[in-house]
């Protein structure tokens, strides 16, 4: 195992794969001789040349369609979103096309697509560019949404993307390129999709997040079980859609407890929807309501000392855990 | 220096001059030249101001800046008349100036601050004026194009002679919504006046390896659409103002669209982040127009030989510009940041009746605000 970067876990997976099958390529805005906007693809062009890394003109609904095209053809594209803010340019394809080929054809077609690039606010750029649309996609019956909180599940969940018959969405975190973590060699390592993670074992109370918010959890957990002696456990959903549901209801079953925390707006939101299944699967278990925490509901704020407030983080999810624990802070 | 460069160099000449007869250029008085100047001159100086802020770490997020483009700015929008309006896209600074906002506020909102013109919510990109007929900067390449063709078709229902001045990158020519916005306009005769800021690249990316058949030139787009089109040397404001008239009068009494597209240069990266530009641009290229054909060096130029400029003027001005950027930066930063109760204001429309409130999206951590009393406690 090396440690590297959730970037370089990134381009390893690709690297891998476009070596692997000569059906793999990556397109997108700035992927080739820049190097990517993030440098994700930093390195690939020169590599693998003007054939598997290929710049495309800012017209993401002509490239997202191709890539639809090309994949039903049996390629298998890595479209990039230079931010995943941008997909809503190509929705039409993405959700007319992308998610109804396969159905609508009797499963006569497949759409082996991936598209993948950074999602989530944190940065400060304002309403336009901080969009978290994982919620949005997963709505979309035909469509796989997945969101690495780690690097080794980030080169894993992509190798798996690409290698999946579906159209597959990997949203990467911004925040996240630069962290470092353990990841296997072996060129087969894959995180299946639809598998979730447990990343930190605990019987007081179960948080389940995804993509950043996972690692403002394990910040939170650490914290509770130092000054609080409350041990969390942290289910990381990697998976939005397939979801995981088993192993959310054996960590509430053992708990008792499940707080949801994700950066998505709430409304009509990933946790509405777990919170559902709990409720269901797991109502005889509960010793305290299920409790959410989420983006504020509003558009992305630009200044960033109001930006931080309107995120979950670690403060907050140890606040609402105290609370629903009745331990008095 | 042989025959043939001296006449190319009197033909030069020349051209910095071809314009100045134009009637639009021709009424302006020395008094309106020189504020055209110092115009142009403080969207610089404003830029400047703000990089430097920028490099301390006083604001977050991106910051593209416009310098080297300010004479299409200050050049289109000096011909503005009361029911001319103007949208642009993320590089909006320099129309932000030119339509009359204040540094203070523009640079406000890049330090995130509660004085900010966006209250802080926009940053940027996101700079917005209606009062001045200025509907913005917007943060989706190509997305406002059809926001400026409803814009000029509002204008059109309501039987208003004005036009809407649309601003928009080589790169975002290449957005279906670009062509969609040309189809309508040219279709319904809106009038609408797309203006290409050609500044060679949309990010690392040059016009050869993103735009089919440039050689024709990128507005010749409009050809396909039956639409007028021109093409306008950004360095040369006098020129930009005569055929942009043009444009803007046909738009305004016959109701028909145009595209023009300027060439400009930008010199700084696509935005401060951009740690590539010097990759995809050579030195050479960047120096040959900053010598060139800047376009307040052009212009000061042809103030000078008219009379109406000189070396102490240029430096007051200069100075003046200079000034009042330094006191947009202290401005911004004594300016406090907007309190975390911002976030919910403005989502929705709201009235002073609370029954016709339509602000119902108020859910989040379980009903409670973070900043709320009980939860902080
Ligand atoms: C739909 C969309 N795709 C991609 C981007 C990222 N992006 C922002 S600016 C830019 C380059 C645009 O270039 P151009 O239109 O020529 O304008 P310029 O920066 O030269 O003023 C890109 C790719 C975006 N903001 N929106």
Same mark, same amino acid.
């Given at each position: 195992?090396?440690?590297?970067?959730?970037?370089?876990?990134?381009?390893?997976?690709?690297?891998?794969?476009?070596?692997?099958?000569?059906? %793999?390529?990556?397109?997108?805005e700035?992927?080739?001789q820049?190097?990517?906007?993030?440098?994700?693809?930093?390195?690939?062009?020169?590599?693998?040349?003007d054939?598997?890394l290929? &710049?495309?003109?800012?017209?993401?609904?002509?490239?997202?369609?191709?890539?639809?095209?090309?994949?039903?053809?049996?390629?298998?594209?890595?479209?990039?979103m230079?931010?995943?803010?941008?997909v809503?340019?190509a929705?039409?394809?993405a %959700?007319?096309?992308?998610?109804?080929?396969?159905?609508?054809?009797?499963?006569?077609?497949?759409v082996?697509?991936v598209?993948?690039?950074?999602?989530?606010?944190?940065?400060?750029?304002?309403?336009?560019?901080?969009?978290?649309p #994982?919620?949005?996609?997963?709505?979309?019956?035909?469509?796989?949404?997945?969101?690495p909180?780690?690097?080794?599940?980030?080169?894993?969940?992509?190798?798996?993307?690409?290698r999946?018959?579906?159209?597959?969405?990997?949203?990467?975190?911004?925040?996240?390129?630069?962290m470092?973590?353990?990841?296997?060699d072996? #060129?087969?390592?894959?995180?299946?999709?639809g598998?979730?993670?447990?990343?930190?074992?605990?019987? &007081?109370?179960?948080?389940?997040?995804?993509?950043?918010?996972?690692?403002?959890?394990?910040?939170?957990?650490?914290?509770?079980? #130092?000054?609080?002696?409350?041990?969390?456990?942290?289910?990381?959903?990697?998976?939005?859609?397939?979801?995981?549901?088993?192993?959310?209801?054996?960590s509430?079953?053992?708990?008792?407890?499940a707080?949801?925390v994700?950066?998505?707006?709430?409304?009509?939101?990933?946790?509405a929807q777990?919170?559902?299944?709990?409720?269901?699967?797991?109502?005889?278990?509960?010793d305290?309501?299920?409790?959410?925490?989420?983006?504020?509901?509003?558009?992305?704020?630009?200044?960033?000392?109001?930006?931080?407030?309107?995120?979950?983080?670690?403060?907050?999810?140890?606040?609402?855990?105290?609370?629903?624990?009745?331990?008095?802070? | 220096? *042989?025959?043939?460069?001296?006449?190319?160099?009197?033909?030069?000449?020349?051209?910095?001059?071809?314009h100045?007869?134009?009637?639009?250029?021709?009424k302006?008085?020395?008094?309106?030249? !020189?504020?055209?100047?110092?115009?142009?001159?403080?969207?610089?100086?404003?830029?400047?101001?703000?990089?430097?802020?920028?490099?301390?770490?006083?604001?977050?997020?991106?910051?593209?800046l +416009?310098?080297?483009?300010?004479?299409?700015?200050?050049g289109?929008?000096?011909?503005?008349?009361?029911?001319?309006? !103007?949208?642009?896209?993320? $590089?909006d600074?320099?129309?932000?100036?030119a339509?009359?906002?204040?540094?203070?506020?523009?640079?406000?909102?890049l330090?995130?601050k509660?004085?900010?013109?966006?209250?802080?919510?926009?940053?940027?990109m996101?700079?917005?004026?209606?009062?001045k007929?200025?509907?913005g900067?917007?943060?989706?390449?190509?997305?406002?194009?059809p926001l400026?063709?409803?814009?000029a078709y509002?204008?059109?229902y $309501?039987?208003?002679?004005?036009?809407c001045l649309?601003?928009?990158?080589?790169?975002? !020519?290449?957005?279906g919504?670009?062509?969609?916005?040309?189809?309508?306009? *040219?279709?319904?005769?809106?009038?609408?006046?797309?203006?290409?800021?050609?500044?060679?690249y *949309?990010m690392?990316? *040059?016009?050869?390896?993103?735009?089919?058949?440039?050689e024709a030139?990128?507005a010749?787009?409009?050809?396909?659409?039956?639409?007028?089109?021109?093409?306008?040397?950004?360095?040369?404001? /006098?020129?930009? $103002?005569?055929?942009?008239?043009?444009?803007?009068?046909?738009?305004?009494?016959?109701?028909?669209?145009?595209?023009l597209?300027?060439?400009?240069?930008?010199?700084?990266?696509?935005?401060?982040?951009?740690?590539?530009?010097?990759? +995809?641009?050579?030195?050479?290229?960047?120096?040959? +127009?900053?010598?060139?054909?800047d376009?307040i060096?052009? +212009?000061?130029?042809?103030?000078?030989?008219e009379?109406?400029l000189?070396?102490?003027? !240029?430096?007051?001005?200069?100075?003046a510009?200079?000034?009042?950027?330094?006191a947009?930066?202290?401005?911004?930063?004594?300016s406090? /940041?907007?309190?975390?109760?911002?976030?919910l204001?403005?989502?929705?429309?709201?009235?002073?009746?609370?029954g016709?409130?339509?602000?119902?999206?108020?859910?989040?951590f379980?009903?409670r605000?973070?900043?709320?009393?009980?939860y902080?406690?």
């Amino acid at each position: 195992m090396a440690v590297i970067t959730y970037r370089q876990a990134i381009k390893d997976a690709l690297a891998e794969e476009i070596m692997r099958d000569e059906n %793999v390529f990556v397109m997108g805005e700035e992927v080739a001789q820049y190097n990517g906007a993030y440098k994700v693809t930093e390195g690939l062009w020169a590599r693998f040349g003007d054939k598997r890394l290929v &710049d495309a003109p800012i017209s993401e609904a002509g490239f997202i369609g191709l890539g639809i095209g090309s994949a039903m053809m049996g390629l298998r594209p890595v479209i990039e979103m230079m931010f995943f803010s941008f997909v809503y340019v190509a929705w039409d394809q993405a %959700v007319n096309n992308a998610s109804s080929l396969r159905y609508m054809s009797g499963g006569k077609i497949n759409v082996p697509l991936v598209i993948r690039g950074p999602a989530n606010g944190g940065t400060n750029v304002g309403a336009t560019h901080s969009h978290t649309p #994982e919620n949005l996609v997963a709505n979309f019956p035909g469509l796989k949404v997945v969101c690495p909180a780690t690097p080794a599940d980030a080169k894993g969940l992509m190798k798996a993307a690409i290698r999946d018959n579906d159209p597959v969405f990997v949203m990467e975190s911004t925040v996240l390129y630069g962290m470092e973590g353990e990841v296997p060699d072996d #060129e087969d390592f894959i995180v299946p999709l639809g598998k979730a993670d447990v990343k930190r074992e605990g019987k &007081d109370l179960t948080i389940v997040a995804h993509g950043r918010s996972v690692l403002m959890a394990l910040e939170a957990a650490k914290e509770l079980s #130092e000054k609080h002696k409350i041990e969390v456990e942290v289910v990381d959903l990697r998976s939005i859609r397939p979801l995981d549901e088993e192993t959310i209801i054996k960590s509430v079953k053992k708990t008792g407890r499940a707080l949801l925390v994700e950066e998505n707006k709430p409304y009509c939101g990933i946790g509405a929807q777990i919170s559902h299944l709990i409720q269901r699967r797991c109502f005889d278990y509960l010793d305290a309501p299920v409790h959410r925490i989420s983006a504020v509901d509003a558009p992305a704020f630009y200044s960033p000392p109001v930006e931080k407030v309107q995120l979950p983080e670690a403060p907050i999810i140890i606040r609402e855990a105290l609370d629903m624990l009745n331990v008095k802070r | 220096m *042989s025959t043939e460069t001296k006449d190319q160099a009197a033909q030069a000449k020349q051209d910095l001059f071809a314009h100045a007869k134009a009637p639009i250029n021709q009424k302006l008085t020395a008094e309106q030249k !020189i504020k055209l100047y110092t115009d142009m001159v403080r969207i610089r100086k404003f830029e400047q101001a703000a990089l430097q802020s920028y490099q301390k770490g006083k604001m977050g997020g991106f910051l593209h800046l +416009y310098i080297g483009q300010e004479a299409t700015a200050i050049g289109t929008i000096s011909l503005t008349e009361e029911n001319d309006h !103007i949208i642009t896209a993320y $590089r909006d600074h320099g129309h932000a100036l030119a339509v009359g906002m204040t540094m203070n506020e523009c640079m406000a909102e890049l330090f995130g601050k509660f004085t900010g013109c966006s209250k802080g919510k926009g940053g940027s990109m996101h700079y917005f004026a209606p009062e001045k007929r200025y509907w913005g900067g917007h943060g989706i390449v190509g997305g406002q194009t059809p926001l400026g063709l409803g814009i000029a078709y509002a204008l059109k229902y $309501r039987g208003l002679k004005g036009c809407c001045l649309c601003y928009l990158g080589d790169g975002a !020519i290449n957005q279906g919504a670009f062509h969609e916005s040309l189809n309508l306009a *040219s279709l319904w005769s809106i009038p609408v006046i797309y203006i290409i800021e050609n500044n060679r690249y *949309s990010m690392g990316t *040059s016009q050869a390896r993103s735009s089919a058949y440039p050689e024709a030139g990128l507005a010749s787009r409009a050809e396909g659409y039956n639409m007028e089109w021109d093409r306008i040397d950004g360095s040369n404001l /006098y020129e930009i $103002r005569a055929k942009v008239h043009v444009a803007m009068e046909r738009a305004r009494n016959e109701s028909r669209p145009m595209i023009l597209e300027i060439d400009t240069y930008r010199y700084y990266g696509h935005s401060i982040a951009d740690a590539n530009h010097k990759k +995809y641009r050579t030195k050479e290229e960047i120096e040959d +127009y900053q010598n060139n054909k800047d376009p307040i060096s052009v +212009y000061q130029q042809i103030l000078v030989a008219e009379g109406v400029l000189d070396e102490d003027k !240029i430096k007051d001005i200069d100075s003046a510009a200079k000034e009042e950027a330094k006191a947009s930066v202290d401005f911004a930063e004594n300016s406090p /940041y907007p309190p975390a109760q911002e976030l919910l204001t403005d989502v929705y429309w709201t009235t002073d009746n609370p029954g016709q409130h339509s602000n119902q999206g108020r859910m989040f951590f379980n009903d409670r605000l973070p900043w709320d009393d009980e939860y902080q406690a």
